[in-house]
C-alpha cells in the first residue's frame, strides 16, 4: 500500500478535502479486495491509514461544510409508525 497525504493532519479547502476523499474512498475498496477489512477487529496498515484519512475528514465536514435537513422519513421510521397506528386502532 502507497501512502498519500502523511504529511497532512488539517484540510482547509475544498480541493484537497476532495483528493482525500477519493484516496479514501480507493483504499477502502483495495483493502475490500484483498481481505484486510475481512475482519471487523482487523487492526492493519489499511485500518489505520482509513481511520486516519476518516478522522481529518470528518473534521473538516464538521468545520466548513453544512448540509441540509432530511425533508422525509426514513422507511423504519414510517414503518414504526405504521405499527403502532394499527396498533392503536385495535386499542
Known sequence: MKKKFE???VID??????AMATYEENL???ATA???????DAD???TRE?????TICANYESNYMTFKCLKFKSPLVLGIEKDM???LQHV
Open 7 to 9: 504529511n497532512i493532519t
Open 13 to 18: 479547502n475544498k480541493e484537497l478535502f476532495d
Open 28 to 30: 477502502i475498496h483495495e
Open 34 to 40: 484483498n481481505g484486510s477489512l475481512a475482519n471487523p
Open 44 to 46: 492493519n496498515e489499511y
Open 50 to 54: 482509513i481511520a486516519r484519512i476518516g
Open 85 to 87: 397506528w394499527q396498533i
